[in-house]
């Protein structure tokens, strides 16, 4: 199944503002890939999903290959405007992470995504993983954003795809793909890193922001209802939201994390 590249087009612009996170956590998440990965000078890292550059960028300030792939080139024409061209040491290509990766075989020490892995095929994902990595040993990491349970954006999500599924509108859970790509890893043999909490923060959040970022994307949950079906589902949750918090504009504080984690190859 091919990508449609155009919804993360769409969320080009936008993307630092709505999903981005601070330099320090940023930062932090490098190191800490490096470090798991014992990456040495010239290694290779190939992120897949590498969007606008939130952790590119600073895994390419290492001595690494970086090789950074996504489906749109509108997030990877903002990518290439954060970069310093002297440097030697990256390249970005648009690419389908469901269709073969173009990347040679055996050639990769890293194998990094953060926040996609849910969007794309698994059985194919860890196929074109074990095929371009290392010989000498590879490691997958995934990185996610860890959120606490009775937090305004996760309780926000939860009625959201409830709302979707009333609507005829299902969609794969991103636990149940979660317990998919463990089962794929470790019947190849590979050897599970436990999550990592790598930087935890603060922060407040309304309704109103998440019915808002939803209003930015042209889909909703990982799928593309129709225009229609989108308006009602977010009109629908509006309504609930005011009930539920009092108003659109109630802020609670919550904490967030980011979460890494993966396979030893």
């Given at each position: 199944m091919k990508i449609s590249h155009a919804p993360f087009d769409y969320q080009a612009e936008s993307?630092?503002?709505?999903?981005?996170?601070s330099p320090e956590i940023c930062d932090a998440i490098a190191q800490k890939i490096l470090a798991i990965a014992q990456v040495q000078p010239n290694d290779l890292i190939v992120e897949i999903g590498a969007g606008t550059?939130?952790?590119?960028?600073?895994?390419?300030?290492?001595?690494?290959?970086?090789?950074?792939?996504?489906i749109s080139d509108q997030m990877l024409d903002i990518f290439r405007q954060k970069l310093d061209n002297k440097q030697q040491n990256w390249k970005l290509k648009q690419a389908d992470a469901n269709q073969v990766l173009p990347v040679p075989d055996s050639s990769t020490k890293v194998i990094f995504s953060s926040r996609t892995i849910h969007l794309l095929e698994l059985e194919h994902i860890v196929n074109e993983s074990f095929r371009i990595a290392h010989r000498q040993g590879a490691v997958?990491?995934?990185?996610?954003?860890?959120?606490?349970?009775?937090?305004?954006?996760?309780?926000?999500?939860?009625?959201?795809?409830?709302?979707?599924?009333?609507?005829?509108?299902?969609?794969?859970?991103?636990?149940?793909?979660?317990?998919?790509?463990?089962?794929?890893?470790?019947?190849?043999?590979?050897?599970?890193?436990?999550?990592?909490?790598?930087?935890?923060?603060?922060?407040n959040n309304t309704p109103k922001q998440s019915i808002d970022s939803w209003q930015q994307k042209s889909g909703?949950?990982?799928?593309?209802?129709?225009?229609?079906?989108?308006?009602?589902?977010?009109?629908?949750?509006?309504?609930?939201?005011?009930?539920?918090?009092?108003?659109?504009?109630?802020?609670i504080e919550s904490e967030e994390a980011y979460i890494l984690e993966g396979f030893f190859m």
């Open positions: 993307y630092d503002s709505r999903a981005g996170l550059g939130i952790i590119g960028e600073w895994l390419i300030q290492s001595s690494c290959e970086y090789l950074g792939l996504d997958f990491l995934m990185g996610r954003i860890q959120r606490q349970p009775n937090s305004v954006r996760e309780t926000m999500r939860k009625k959201m795809r409830n709302l979707l599924q009333e609507h005829g509108l299902s969609q794969r859970q991103k636990e149940q793909k979660h317990s998919q790509l463990n089962d794929l890893f470790l019947d190849r043999n590979s050897t599970k890193i436990d999550p990592i909490e790598v930087s935890s923060w603060q922060v909703l949950a990982g799928i593309n209802p129709p225009i229609a079906v989108k308006e009602s589902v977010l009109s629908e949750l509006e309504i609930w939201a005011k009930t539920k918090f009092n108003s659109l504009e109630t802020s």
